[in-house]
């Protein structure tokens, strides 16, 4: 007679793993053992934040076998792997967008129902890694998920900054930054790898020797050593087995170091010193755009940079290849200049560390990197003064010389007698102060240079890298930037990108050309009233989030317009708010007016130390003020600052968006990726040819784009011919009235000259072209409020601007890179099996 057990043995029962079961009931027993075992909480006393760090974890393991999987298929000898090295990576909340690309959304908002929970409330609780500062830190963001989503075996390397960008309060109208301590409850979504730990030197100072062989070597005798700890957070391709690494290092002391001086008796000393090593990976430096020349964001640099190029080297020998063909193997794309010391460290490594020849190891590191450039501002471009630079990598400012050496040497023989040219194109800035230039070491030291939009990549050729494009032409190519439409429309537009598949099919998701179906129903009532019916319920959501942040009430019948981006001069927030005040004058001189209802939305952080920024937060929530109190206005215009613009909010404000304010300087703004996103979402744009946006309207077509303002040639022609201000404030009564009110205290009740600084510069300088695009702003925004009237022809409008996005996903930029920069091509992922670990 067989026992029950001998049957069950014989007949295995099907049951699902807790680790990977993906039925609600699975899922909700594995979510309890997970609130249980890891949180160390039940029911009864669990937080919202224990729920979610156990969903998390209940996520987390059902990605691992992919996760592992992808490390296996992708360490082969034959594999080209692209190294994505950026100083910020700006990811967002991790927790939706796993279950999204995990495609296990909908049974886990069942189980977590289930549960007595809602899974939004789960979600709301992440503490969102903030480890960038705007747009390119997001866009290296989006281009790891689409990587993923392409299959392409890819790594991110970047630094573990403990605070990422501060967290911003809005105190008496003025920003106030608070630190964001975005680890505080702990990370669920990392996994520490102290054994694949490297050794950065710092400092110190160089020595020549030769060789055994009899070869001139040099030897860097370092002042202090840092170690660099990798963690590693998995970024899922949308539903297939790929899950590439973003790996993120953190610097500590090494363990030597505190023995030295506690041998001493110097506890302190050591401890110390500890602190000083780890101080390297503390902050993110929070400006955007003009560089700020510090010795530790240097060392910051370089630390994840030879951090992580170590780490390359290190796979690719462990892999059984050889040095001399890295770039078959690795395609190392430079974010920036900021990491682009990683050119001089790299010919270290190989020339110091692995004894290879000069020539062939300037052959591989050209052939190996790639450099991206996000900003034609001059004082974005990043230098270092060589005193600072010599001090902290003595090696690698002799390299540099070297590298330049040989540089002008080419340059001399291909443009004879040029001096000019020669200065032009050396790597050091000559003068009273000498300055390493970064754009050029990466531009020499790359096979590729490219722009972030066609007309940025225009310029660039034209003005910061023009004798770099005389001399290596076929090195310039442009790849418009791209988001992922998974975040930005599956994620944030849940009722949008059902209402599209539904329609369409859900091909769309990873082609985003499919899009371009939607043009069909442009013209349905039907289809028409559903896709306003979603941007009401967005935009009710976007109210009730206002009104729980600001207290403010705004009317969600009204056109939604929306700036959001960090605070700059270049970017005109002050333009914009220059027509509320010409629209306040009209309300209060004519009271009787019938205007389109309208709420104005800001958000954005100012850089800590840029003033002029921050004065124009507290215009925005000065005008705010005045407008918002109004009986006279009200029901008509409202204007609201939404403090503390992240990736999070982001992800509200773009669905919720009617009108897209992308109204920069033509020729400032490299591309934008805002616009996209706001455009992908059914929002109208009023902007200037910059950036992305003239592609933007190129693919909507010019009758569905607001368009306004000085072309880049126009900018130019009109500086050289010389500008003033004063001739625009002078011919313009309505233009006239806004600055007087502005300089005599209108807006700022009780400090009358609290905004003279802004008038000033804008009357004397308007180094960005204020005054002349006034006018054709302020028409343009009208034509706007004409066309909301007509809520049929709005509504055609916006479905075609989503229909023909297709462009601006992160796809399309990625498959571009990879075709003509990187050479790499999608490795297939089985899922890893689980074995039983065995001695
Ligand atoms: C940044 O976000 C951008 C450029 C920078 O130049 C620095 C930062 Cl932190 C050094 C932005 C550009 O302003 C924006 O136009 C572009 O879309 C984005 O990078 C991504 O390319």
Request: include cysteine.
């Given at each position: 007679k067989k026992t029950a057990a001998a049957a069950a043995a014989a007949e295995p029962v099907q049951i699902e793993d807790d680790r990977t079961g993906l039925s609600v009931e699975t899922l909700k027993r594995a979510f309890a053992d997970n609130l249980f075992y890891i949180q160390g909480k039940n029911a009864d006393i669990a937080t919202l934040n224990d729920y979610y760090m156990a969903l998390a974890y209940t996520?987390?393991?059902?990605?691992?076998?992919?996760?592992l999987g992808t490390i296996k298929a992708q360490l082969k000898p034959k594999v080209k792997v692209v190294y994505y090295l950026s100083a910020e990576f700006l990811m967002g909340p991790h927790l939706g967008n796993n279950l999204i690309n995990l495609g296990i959304y909908d049974q886990v908002r069942q189980a977590i129902q289930e549960s007595g929970l809602n899974l939004d409330e789960l979600i709301a609780q992440e503490e969102e890694p903030g480890l960038g500062n705007g747009g390119l830190g997001r866009l290296a963001a989006c281009y790891l998920d689409s990587l993923a989503a392409l299959e392409i075996p890819a790594i991110g390397y970047g630094l573990r900054y403990e605070f990422g960008i501060f967290d911003q309060e809005i105190r008496d109208g003025w920003q106030v930054e608070i630190t964001d301590k975005w680890l505080r409850y702990g990370n669920p979504w990392e996994i520490?790898?102290?054994?694949?730990?490297?050794?950065?030197?710092?400092?110190?100072h160089t020595e020549a020797f030769v060789d055994g062989a009899g070869r001139y070597r040099v030897r860097w005798i370092p002042?202090?050593?840092?170690?660099?700890?990798?963690?590693?957070?998995?970024?899922?391709?949308?539903?297939n087995n790929t899950a590439n690494t973003l790996r993120l290092w953190k610097a500590e002391a090494p363990e030597s170091f505190d023995f030295q001086a506690f041998n001493l008796g110097d506890y302190y000393g050591a401890?110390?010193?500890?602190?000083?090593?780890?101080?390297i990976s503390k902050v993110l430096y929070p400006n955007d755009e003009p560089m700020q020349g510090r010795e530790l964001r240097l060392e910051q640099q370089f630390f994840f940079v030879s951090c992580s190029l170590q780490d390359i080297i290190r796979r690719h020998l462990y892999v059984g290849g050889k040095l001399e063909n890295l770039d078959k193997n690795a395609a190392i794309q430079l974010n920036d200049t900021h990491p682009s010391i990683g050119i001089a460290e790299l010919m270290r490594l190989l020339v110091d560390e692995h004894n290879v020849d000069w020539d062939t190891a300037w052959q591989i590191t050209q052939d190996t990197f790639a450099y991206t450039n996000h900003t034609l501002l001059p004082e974005a471009l990043e230098r270092w003064p060589l005193s600072l630079f010599g001090s902290l990598l003595p090696r690698h400012l002799e390299i540099i010389f070297e590298i330049n050496r040989r540089f002008l040497q080419e340059v001399s023989a291909k443009f004879p007698g040029d001096t000019g040219r020669l200065a032009r194109l050396s790597l050091i800035q000559e003068g009273p102060e000498k300055f390493v230039r970064m754009a050029h070491l990466a531009s020499a030291g790359s096979h590729a240079i490219n722009g972030v939009a066609a007309l940025h990549s225009e310029l660039l050729k034209r003005d910061v890298l023009r004798d770099f494009y005389e001399l290596s032409p076929e090195k310039f190519s442009n790849k418009t930037n791209g988001v992922t439409p998974r975040r930005w429309i599956m994620l944030s537009n849940p009722e949008l990108a059902f209402l599209i598949s539904e329609s369409i099919g859900d091909g769309w998701i990873k082609n985003l050309g499919e899009l371009r179906e939607l043009e069909r129903f442009a013209n349905d009532k039907e289809f028409q009233s559903r896709w306003r019916q979603i941007k009401l319920n967005n935009k009710t959501n976007l109210t009730e989030y206002i009104r729980k942040r600001t207290g403010l009430v705004v009317d969600p019948h009204s056109l939604?317009?929306?700036?959001?981006?960090?605070?700059?001069?270049?970017k005109r927030q002050h333009l914009n708010v220059l027509y509320i005040?010409?629209?306040?004058?009209?309300?209060?001189?004519?009271?009787?007016l019938e205007i389109t209802p309208r709420t104005f939305i800001f958000g954005g952080k100012a850089a800590p130390g840029y003033f002029m920024a921050k004065l124009i937060i507290k215009l925005i929530n000065s005008v705010a003020a005045v407008v918002n109190s109004d009986p006279d206005v009200r029901g008509r215009l409202k204007v609201v600052f939404l403090p503390d613009y992240n990736v999070t909010f982001g992800q509200r404000v773009y669905p919720a968006a009617e009108l897209s304010e992308q109204i920069s300087t033509a020729g400032k703004e490299a591309s934008g990726t805002g616009n996209m996103k706001f455009s992908m979402n059914g929002a109208l744009t009023i902007g200037t040819l910059d950036g992305a946006n003239v592609e933007i309207r190129e693919e909507a077509g010019e009758e569905n784009f607001f368009l306004f303002g000085l072309t880049t040639e126009e900018v130019y022609a009109l500086k050289a011919r010389g500008y003033n201000p004063w001739d625009y404030y002078n011919g313009n009564p309505a233009l006239r009235q806004v600055i007087d009110q502005l300089a005599s205290g209108v807006f700022s009740p009780g400090e009358a000259h609290l905004f003279e600084p802004l008038v000033d510069h804008l009357i004397h300088r308007d180094e960005y072209l204020l005054l002349a695009d006034y006018q054709s702003y302020v028409e343009c925004q009208d034509r706007v409020g004409e066309a909301y009237r007509d809520q049929e022809h709005w509504t055609r409008m916006s479905i075609l601007n989503s229909a023909r996005m297709g462009k601006f996903s992160s796809d399309r930029a990625i498959r571009?890179?990879?075709e003509d920069i990187w050479g790499a091509v999608a490795v297939d992922v089985a899922l890893e099996e689980y074995v039983q670990a065995t001695a």
């Open positions: 996520v987390r393991d059902r990605l691992l076998h992919r996760w520490a790898r102290p054994e694949a730990t490297v050794e950065v030197k710092l400092g110190g002042g202090r050593t840092i170690v660099g700890v990798p963690y590693d957070t998995p970024v899922l391709g949308f539903k401890v110390n010193a500890k602190m000083y090593s780890e101080n939604f317009d929306i700036q959001v981006k960090r605070i700059h001069e270049y005040i010409t629209l306040y004058n009209r309300l209060k001189q004519n009271p009787e571009e890179y990879c």
